[in-house]
Structure formats: C-alpha cells, structure tokens
C-alpha cells in the first residue's frame, strides 16, 4: 500500500477517534522523509494513545509495515512511520507550539474532505 491509499486509510482511522484538525501535506519534492505528513491532534492523553493505536493497527491488517512508533507512552507527540506517510498525532497542547503546518509551510495541503465524508 502506497501513497493516497495509505494517507486515505490512516486518516480513516485518526477520524474514526475523533482525531481533531487533521492536515495532509504532500512533501512530495521537498522532503525526502516521507511523501505525504499527516497532522492532528487529541483532547487528552488517552485519546492521542487511541488514535496512534488505530491507525497503527489499520495499517497492519493491510499487511503495511509500521516502520517506527515513538512517544506512545508519553502521548504529547507521537510519530508513527508507516514509511511514503509519517503521522504526527499531538497532544492540543504540543500541536500549537511546534506547529508542523507552518513549518512545513512550502508544502501544499491534500484536501481530506472526500475521504473522510
């Protein structure tokens, strides 16, 4: 599974947690890292765990490779690397200090809103 697909399925599944706020870039061109960033956040602590833990097991019954899952047991930030997509779940909190959205401000946003309808 590559590309839109997986960006597709790991949305679903933030969604499906009730991820809030959530922004696919395509880095495409101007990273290397991955092609596509997905971004969101969760309310609480419990719920940022609930969101990584969906996506990562979605994306594991489709036989794809979750190649890195860090800052589970803290839940602040956490990054799981599914390798063409990178997904950032954030704690409300942590999501406005870094701000990925403009850091990454070069990149340009894939719209999610058939997906996720």
Do not use: P
């Not at 969604?15 to 290397?32: T, Y």
């Amino acid at each position: 599974m590559q590309g839109n697909a997986l960006l597709e399925l790991a949305a679903k599944a933030a969604d499906e947690k009730k991820a809030e706020q959530l922004v696919a870039l395509d880095m495409r061109g101007i990273s290397l890292i991955a092609d596509y960033f997905l971004i969101g956040h969760g309310n609480s602590h419990k719920q940022v765990q609930s969101i990584a833990r969906e996506i990562k097991n979605k994306a594991q019954e489709e036989g794809q490779d979750v190649k890195r899952l860090e800052g589970f047991d803290e839940a602040k930030w956490v990054l799981i690397d599914l390798g063409d997509i990178i997904v950032h779940i954030f704690h409300k909190d942590e999501r406005h200090y870094y701000n990925l959205e403009k850091l990454w401000g070069d990149a340009s946003q894939v719209e999610l809103e058939a997906v996720l309808s």
